[in-house]
């Protein structure tokens, strides 16, 4: 009597569970929370700055390194990357993603595809084999060169910039310059990370700016 008591309560739970389960799979909510608990062991979902591993005093003594490698090793923390900068600009229109070597084409390819839109490179200096439009900036000690193929925008195509971080703004100012040597039009960069620290928004206040993680400090 006892053992039929304990059955007929597990059948009456397992019912339920069995109805709510049937549910969630109608409305294609069951493969959510399945991903979900596979991609953190059943545990609480991770975000995105959890992906970033941070080394103190790299490569100088007071400099917090934040290392993006961390995130691209992880297929996790890179889908989650590139979901999250796309959230972003999601009411942006654009005509073409832009980004720097390297890993501008590690975030900007991604982004291009999925919104099947052409991706141009910007590199360094004798690194392109057709003839290009270049642009020199001021770094930290010294100077740096970039290029893009003189062929790739158009006159009066919308340019997204996609980086993996802003800084002092340096670099990202002078992919603007280039873009717009070029006829474009630049509607928005977005990046994965952004020290804020080093004030690199300030240097380009008049463009739209888009992060999807930002560091207070340097």
């Known amino acids: 009597m006892f053992c039929f008591s304990i059955c007929k309560k597990w059948f009456f739970f397992d019912e339920h569970v069995q109805k709510a389960y049937n549910i969630l799979y109608h409305y294609g909510l ?12 059943g545990s609480m979902m ?5 992906y970033v591993r941070s080394i103190p005093d790299f490569p100088e003594e007071g400099i917090i390194f934040r290392d993006v490698t961390s995130v691209l090793q992880d297929a996790d923390g890179l889908h989650l990357a590139i979901d999250t900068m796309q959230e972003l600009i999601k009411d942006l229109e654009y005509d073409v993603v832009a980004g720097p070597e390297s890993r501008g084409f590690i975030f900007g390819t991604p982004i291009a595809y ?19 439009v270049s642009i020199d900036y001021e770094l930290e000690y010294g100077t740096a060169t970039i290029e893009m193929h003189k062929d790739c925008i158009k006159p009066g195509q919308k340019v997204l910039i996609v980086d993996d971080l802003i800084a002092t703004g340096g670099t990202t100012e002078a992919m ?11 509607v928005g960069v977005v990046v994965l990370m952004e020290l804020a620290g080093l004030n690199g928004r300030a240097k380009i206040a008049d463009y739209r700016l888009d992060a999807a993680i930002v560091y207070p400090g340097k």
């Open 30 to 41: 069951m493969g959510l929370l399945d991903k979900a608990s596979k991609s953190t062991g």
């Open 46 to 50: 991770k975000k995105l700055e959890d």
């Open 114 to 132: 999925n919104q099947h839109k052409p991706f141009v490179l910007i590199r360094k200096k004798g690194k392109l084999p057709c003839e290009t």
């Open 176 to 186: 603007i310059k280039l873009v717009e040597s070029l006829g474009g039009e630049v």
